[in-house]
């Protein structure tokens, strides 16, 4: 991964309402959650929760998903790891590491 990409996806999950999603979708794991459920649980005005959602998609850490009437969210674990493989992938190359 590139720095600009990395930092890309690192910018979006830096703003709290991206980073309260992407962290409710990790919680519920592969199936995902409908949008309707993200608002509900976490208390976001639908017009600014599909703004949110949106950026998220735009960088590839979630992907929506429809079935019939209902908009599904889809944490994408692949790339998440990708971002922190990338983060850690030089981790003591350089002195003495301590994890």
């Known amino acids: 991964m590139e720095n600009k990409i990395a930092a890309k996806k690192l ?3 830096g ?3 991206r980073l309260s999603i992407f962290r409710y979708l990790v919680k519920v794991g592969d199936q995902g959650a409908p949008v309707g459920q993200i608002q509900e649980e976490l208390n976001i005005p639908g017009s600014t929760l599909s703004h949110h959602i949106s950026r998220l998609v735009s960088v590839g850490l979630i992907r929506q998903v429809r079935e019939s009437r209902t908009l599904y969210c889809i944490p994408q674990f692949k790339v998440l790891n990708e ?3 990338f983060l850690q992938a030089e ?3 350089e002195g003495q590491c301590n994890t």
């Open 11 to 13: 910018a979006e999950l």
């Open 15 to 17: 703003h709290i309402t």
């Open 83 to 85: 971002l922190i493989d």
């Open 91 to 93: 981790c003591c190359t």
